[in-house]
T-cell receptor, first 118, second 114 residues
Framework: KQEVTQIPAALSVPEGENLVLNCSFT??????LQWFRQDPGKGLTSLLLIQSSQREQTSGRLNASLDKSSGRSTLYIAASQPGDSATYLCAVTTLGGAGGTSYGKLTFGQGTILTVHP | ETGVTQSPTHLIKTRGQQVTLRCSSQ?????VSWYQQALGQGPQFIFQYYREEENGRGNFPPRFSGLQFPNYSSELNVNALELDDSALYLC?????????????FGDGTRLSIL
């Protein structure tokens, strides 16, 4: 059974700091890994998706790395801003199903609550 | 391009009642997945529909059921509601049921059980 763990559970930093969020997963047989952002009471916004054959992805101030063999990913946020305050969720896609059917499902960590104060 | 939309946004029910939540998938997406997110937790996979058939299910009891329509929109039905069913229910759509395509999420339906 795939399990995803995120560390730390919460993080509070001053504006301008560079920070790292960590994600680990127990089963390396993944198709991809996604990092999501969730604002309070809202749905999920996909930030970065790394396919299993890739090592990293970058978007603006965000950089995510993937080490599939060790079951780890990190999300690096450069020059943090108050607008970055949110919950960050890591999720891996694994293949499920049997008997001729297959489907991809996401398994999520519990998230890291990030607060960036001015 | 219209994204994933869910309705209603909020719902209050009492124990034992039944509820139906709705989801319109993003244009061009034929796969819809439903997730339950309890307060302070990550989302948990309920089930997935691909071309109107359920093709995968998580660890949820049979009172959680669903439908997908020819236009790929979907419903989540929950019977005999329990207090623990209080959660944010998220719908996600993707192009294709195999799983290596990114899933795009709606804003969810907040269900409260009294």
């Amino acid at each position: 059974k795939q399990e995803v763990t995120q560390i730390p559970a919460a993080l509070s930093v001053p504006e301008g700091e560079n920070l790292v969020l960590n994600c680990s997963f127990t089963d390396s047989a993944i198709y991809n890994l996604q990092w999501f952002r969730q604002d309070p009471g809202k749905g999920l916004t996909s930030l970065l998706l790394i396919q299993s054959s890739q090592r990293e992805q970058t978007s603006g101030r965000l950089n995510a790395s993937l080490d599939k063999s060790s079951g780890r990913s990190t999300l690096y946020i450069a020059a943090s801003q108050p607008g970055d305050s949110a919950t960050y969720l890591c999720a891996v896609t694994t293949l499920g199903g049997a008997g001729g059917t297959s489907y991809g499902k996401l398994t999520f960590g519990q998230g890291t609550i990030l607060t960036v104060h001015p | 391009e219209t994204g994933v939309t869910q309705s209603p946004t909020h719902l209050i029910k009492t124990r034992g009642q039944q509820v139906t939540l709705r989801c319109s998938s993003q244009s061009g997406h034929n796969t819809v997945s439903w997730y339950q997110q309890a307060l302070g937790q990550g989302p948990q996979f309920i089930f997935q529909y691909y071309r109107e058939e359920e093709n995968g299910r998580g660890n949820f009891p049979p009172r959680f059921s669903g439908l997908q329509f020819p236009n790929y929109s979907s419903e989540l039905n929950v019977n005999a509601l329990e207090l623990d069913d209080s959660a944010l229910y998220l719908c996600a759509s993707s192009p294709g049921g195999y799983g290596n395509q990114p899933q795009h999420f709606g804003d969810g339906t907040r269900l409260s059980i009294l």
